[in-house]
């Protein structure tokens, strides 16, 4: 599964999410709160805590 920061919010409908990562590639995440830029995804799941 893709990790990577969030650059772009493509669609959200409440229960998932697609996103287009900042190495360019798209992932579809269940999620329970509407992802922003900036955030982190960890191996496919969402996370608001920065990763170094």
Partial sequence: MK???IASLIRWNGK????QLK???RVTLRVSFKPR???W???GELSR???S
């Fill in 3 to 5: 990790s990577g920061c």
């Fill in 23 to 25: 190495d360019g590639s």
């Fill in 41 to 43: 995804v960890v191996e």
């Fill in 16 to 19: 998932s999410a697609r996103v």
């Fill in 49 to 51: 805590e920065q990763v």
């Fill in 37 to 39: 830029v900036g955030d």
